[in-house]
Every structure is written in C-alpha cells, then in structure tokens.
C-alpha cells in the first residue's frame, strides 16, 4: 500500500492499494473496501454492496485488461471526498471499450445462457456512477457511491 | 480460515450443498466442482443452503446459470434456502429471485420437492 496522497477535494486523504492482478487477492480488495465504506459512513449493507462492485471492476481487469496474467498490476484508489466516496481500478492492460460488453438482459441471459455483462450490470445497479477512460496510458475504471442521509432507501 | 468451503450431503434424493464463506472468481472453481459432480452423480434435485455464504459474486451466479438448463432438462431444479441480506438482495438486484425459488429454509426447500413428488404421483 503506498503512502496516502491528498485527494483533489475535500475529505480524508487518498489511500492506494496495489495488488498483483491475481484474483487470490480479491478477498482482501473486498475486505478493505468495505472497511473504508463503512468509515465513509456507509452502513453494513451498503458497504457490503460497494466491496462487490470493487470485487467486480477488478475481476474485469484480470480477466479482460490482464487475459488472466497475474503478475501485473492493479491499483485501487480510494477517496473519500465528503459528499462522495470514490474508487479508481487503475490497470495498464488492454483497453477494454464498455460499450462493447453486451447490456444485461435477463431473458437473453436464460434463453441464450449468457454470461457476460453481469458483472458490469451488477456494478452500474450499485454504484451511483460507473466510468471507463483512458489516463496516461492507464485504464481508470471509476466507482462512486454517494452518501446519503438514508441508506436504506438505496437500492 | 478458507475463503470457500463447499460440504454436501444428500437427504433422500435430494443434493444438499453448504457454501462457506464467499464465491467470487477465485473461489468459484470449488463451487462448480461440486456442482458439477451432483450433476455426473445424476441427482438433479438441489438446494443450496446458503447460510454460510456471506456474499457471491457475478461469477458465482454464472456458475449457477450454467448448470441450471441441464438440471431442469432432467426434471430437477435448483433452490437456495438461507439467504443473509447481502446474498438476497444481489439475486433482486439482478432479478434472480424470478428465475430461482427461494426459500426462508432448508427444511422448505427440501419440501418443496417431496410436495411435487407428492402431487405427481
């Protein structure tokens, strides 16, 4: 983990976590982002949901940026900008465009048994913003999840 | 700890399968081992207890879906019982509570066959 940068708002500084682009590691990417959330002021649940889209958005890295290579790179950003709690999964893999991942239809995913795309869906479903772009020859995939006064009135 | 236990245990004709801990995509290997090898044994009737999973990913719920057609060509079906907050409100989430019954218990769940089996004969 490197050491903490000040994010460009206001809030807690910026932590970063670097992990080999090994899935073994999912556990802790899940474990720390949630522990993060819920010091954001996120409830159990909800922190719960925001470490499965991290989950996720670094799966699709290893599996799609990396093909399943495990000894690049994957960084992992947090920031907690007051009103707004935000993950960057950071790779500098194979650019991967998201409007070519198939939209998540339930029907094709029964009929067809279809598989991609949930992933993807499940992020978009929990976040309140999820962006793809290309950095300094890095791919940025980021995750923002608003905090509100209720949480429970969320998805 | 593991990070993904999967025991079975087989009551009547009737595949019980208890996750322990999460599936993701390290994990889910495990979890379709044993899947699969309900499936080679021909016991097509399963219900997943998952009173030990604390969450599943995307690539645990494609594990499901893959064996789910071949499970239900053969008359079985798949049903999950013992769902925390966090595992339910995915399948919501995503709409899988419509294409999977759920059950509060495994006790249900495994009912739920014998009443079907009941009302058939």
Known sequence: MSRPRRSHGVGKPDLVLSIPSDNAFLSLVRDLTKK????????DTTAGRVALAVDEATTNVIEHAYHGAKDREVLIRFSDRGADFRIDVVDTGDTVDPRSVPRFNLEQYVSERRTGGLGMHL????MDSVTFRRSGGRNVCGL???KRERDSEEH | MSELTVETRDVEDVTLLYPKGFINAHTVRLFEGELQKSLEQKRFKIVVNCAGLAYIASAGLGAIMGAIEEIRTNGGDLRLANLNETVLNIFEILGFNHLYRIFPSEVEAIMSFRQETGAAS
Do not use: E
């Open chain 1, 123 to 126: 992020m978009g479903k929990i």
């Open chain 1, 144 to 146: 923002v999840k608003h």
């Open chain 1, 36 to 43: 993060l959330a819920q010091g954001a002021g996120f409830d």
